[in-house]
């Protein structure tokens, strides 16, 4: 069995590839039960989270790019971390055979969440930004707000990075790293003036009071929300829900746990119907993207197990020998 680090998946994947990767995935399919979500409540300090997401493949979709492995990826949500210095988010990803059900590897399941979740919002931007799309902002700076700003460059011909985060330090710690690998990238001061701005808004945080405001957003903008995975949790307030086409990662996940869509969906701001299409829809071909340069389109992900799969597999397959 293999032991893959960090650095490992690093140097195993590549955004445009992954992207791709996930692409065939979600065309394709896989057997995806939903999560499990549990809250660990703790004597001090906020509770923590661990989800366990298994997948395998479904040997009855012919042609599948993920065939021949069931993966299951252990992951701890841990709020406090954030205050000693420590990722909130921590996981491990296993990966067996599919047949046999021996292991094949075991990978480090952080780094495996940012990429594919970055390259999840940018597979999303690539049917639902503006193909001219250069300007994007990253709310919130975080371990993942990186590999957004490099993934959504991946898909789009992006020519200025703006991260805004509530401690400025971090959005400049961000934007720096960025600049340091060639990317045009600056710490915002001002949130509601960059979101007049965007044409793409990335925003990972666990804010339970919506930070993107629909009223400030421009005509042809792409909002992708990744950073509430529980009902309490919103980005986006009701007038983004209100002025955009909607688009999901999953139904059964977003509608089940992402407070930007099951808040909405309570009040009767978003009807059910309203949701466009999910990830797999639109890479069948089922269901349409960006329909005119002008409209606002608003993708919602809470991550799908599928994806790990697939981006575990392209790894392992990567560095086996």
Request: proline share 4%; glycine share 8%.
């Amino acid at each position: 069995m293999l032991t893959i680090s960090a650095d490992a998946v690093d140097q195993a994947l590549t955004f445009p590839g992954l992207v791709e990767t996930l692409r065939a995935a979600f065309r394709d399919g896989a057997v995806q039960p939903v999560r499990h979500h549990h809250g660990v409540e703790r004597p001090d300090g906020a509770a923590s989270t661990l989800l366990l997401m298994p997948a395998w493949t479904d040997f009855h979709a012919a042609g599948t790019s993920v065939g021949g492995h069931i993966g299951v990826k252990i992951v701890t949500v841990s709020p406090d971390n954030n205050a000693i210095g420590k990722p909130a988010v921590m996981g491990l990803y296993l990966l067996l055979n599919g047949a046999t059900g021996e292991p094949e590897a075991l990978i480090d399941g952080q780094r495996l969440t940012q990429w594919r979740t970055a390259c999840a919002s940018a597979l999303a931007a690539s049917y639902l930004a503006r193909e001219d799309a250069s300007r994007l902002l990253v709310v919130g700076a975080g371990a993942l707000s990186p590999f957004l700003a490099k993934a959504h460059s991946a898909v789009r011909p992006i020519k200025t990075i703006r991260i805004w985060n509530r401690t400025p330090a971090n959005a400049e710690k961000v934007a720096a790293d960025l600049r340091r690998e060639g990317f045009n990238a600056e710490a915002a001061s001002d949130l509601d003036a960059e979101l007049g701005q965007a044409d793409i808004v990335s925003s990972a945080t666990i804010t339970t009071t919506p930070l993107v405001k629909g009223a400030l957003l421009k005509a042809g903008a792409h909002v992708d929300l990744v950073g509430g995975f529980t009902p309490t949790m919103r980005e986006s307030d009701d007038e983004a829900i209100k002025r955009a086409r909607i688009y999901v990662d999953t139904r059964a996940g977003a509608t089940k746990e992402a407070g930007d869509i099951v808040q909405p969906l309570a009040s009767g701001v978003l009807k059910p119907e309203a949701i466009v299409a999910d990830l797999h829809e639109l890479a069948r071909g089922e269901k349409q993207g960006r329909q005119n340069a002008d409209e606002i389109t608003l993708f919602k992900s809470v991550g799908a197990a599928l994806e790990d799969l697939a981006a575990g597999i392209a790894v392992y397959n990567a560095l086996k020998r």
